[in-house]
C-alpha cells in the first residue's frame, strides 16, 4: 500500500516527521509538502506563477506553493501511481470546529478526496511547548490508528476524517472518540500598528478562543484526553432549506 503525506507547516515541521514515521509503519510513504509554512491557506491554488518541487536528500518532495499545491502537484506529476490514502498533518495546533474552514491541513486531506483518494488530516491540540513534549509519544497511538483507517473496506466517499489529538502524553490518552465538529469563537484577533511611516497595519491572529459544544463534539473529546475522529462531509449543501429557498420565487 502507498501513503501520500503532506501537511501546511512545511518541510520542516515536526509534526511531518512523525505522521511520516506513523505511515511508513504500515505502508509505503511519499513526502510532498510546502517548502515554509502555509498556515490558514486553506483551499488556495497558485494560479499566476509556476510552483516547483525540489527533492530532499530524504526523498521527500518540498514545493514552493500551497498545501492543495503539493497534493494536486503530486497526483498529477509526481508520483507514478495513486497512493490509496493522502494523510495531512500532523498540525501543530488544533483542526475544530470552525478552523477546518481555514486549515491547510484539512484542504490537503480534501484535494485528495476531490481527485478521488480519500483523505485523513492530523493536528495536535495544544501549544509548541506541548508539542516538544508530547507529540512524539503519540506514535503507538497513531499507528494502531492508521493501522484500523487503512483497513477499511470501501472507505466512505466525499468523506474525509479530521483527528485532533489531545496535547498530553501518549500513555495518558484514555481512547478515541468518533465526534461531530464544535464551535470556535475568535475575539481581539486583530491588532492595529503603524508601519515606520505612521500608516497604520494590522495583524490578524492571536487574541482569545472560546470553544464550545456538546459532549459529542471535538473539542469535549479533546478536553477529556481522547482523540477525537470527525467524519466530514464535502457537500456543503443545506438540503432542509432546498425547498424553502424554492419557495422564495427568486428572479424574475
Not at 483551499?43 to 518532495?61: D, F, N, V
Not at 483542526?95 to 488530516?121: H, K
Not at 501549544?127 to 509519544?137: C, F, I, Q, W
Request: aromatic share 6%; charged share 20%.
Amino acid at each position: 500500500m502507498k501513503i501520500l503525506v503532506s501537511n501546511d507547516d512545511g518541510i520542516l515541521a515536526h509534526g511531518l516527521s512523525v505522521l511520516a514515521e506513523a505511515c511508513r509503519r504500515v505502508a509505503d510513504v511519499t513526502v510532498v509538502v510546502p517548502d515554509r509554512e502555509q498556515s490558514g491557506a486553506s483551499h488556495s491554488l497558485t494560479l499566476h506563477r509556476p510552483i516547483r518541487a525540489e527533492r530532499t536528500p530524504e526523498g521527500a518532495y518540498q514545493v514552493d506553493g500551497t498545501p492543495t499545491d503539493c497534493v494536486l502537484l503530486a497526483l498529477g506529476a509526481l508520483l507514478p501511481e495513486k497512493p490509496a490514502f493522502v494523510f495531512s498533518g500532523i498540525n501543530h495546533g488544533p483542526n475544530m470546529g470552525e478552523d477546518v474552514l481555514y486549515s491547510g491541513t484539512v484542504a490537503a486531506a480534501m484535494e485528495g478526496l476531490s481527485l478521488g483518494i480519500p483523505g485523513i488530516a492530523i493536528s495536535f491540540a495544544g501549544n509548541r511547548v506541548d508539542r516538544e513534549a508530547h507529540l512524539s509519544t503519540h506514535v503507538s497511538w497513531l499507528e494502531a490508528l492508521l493501522s484500523a483507517i487503512v483497513a477499511v473496506k470501501d472507505f466512505p466517499k466525499e468523506t474525509l476524517l479530521n483527528i485532533n489529538l489531545p496535547p498530553i502524553p501518549g500513555e495518558n490518552i484514555r481512547g478515541i472518540r468518533v465526534t461531530t465538529l464544535g464551535k470556535r469563537v475568535f475575539s481581539e484577533s486583530i491588532t492595529e500598528t503603524k508601519d515606520p511611516w505612521g500608516r497604520k497595519m494590522y495583524w490578524i491572529g492571536g487574541g482569545q478562543i472560546t470553544w464550545s459544544g456538546g459532549s459529542d463534539s471535538d473539542f469535549q473529546a479533546v478536553a477529556d484526553g481522547y482523540i477525537s475522529v470527525t467524519p466530514l462531509h464535502v457537500d456543503l449543501t443545506n438540503y432542509k432549506l432546498l425547498e424553502e429557498v424554492r419557495s422564495w420565487r427568486l428572479g424574475r
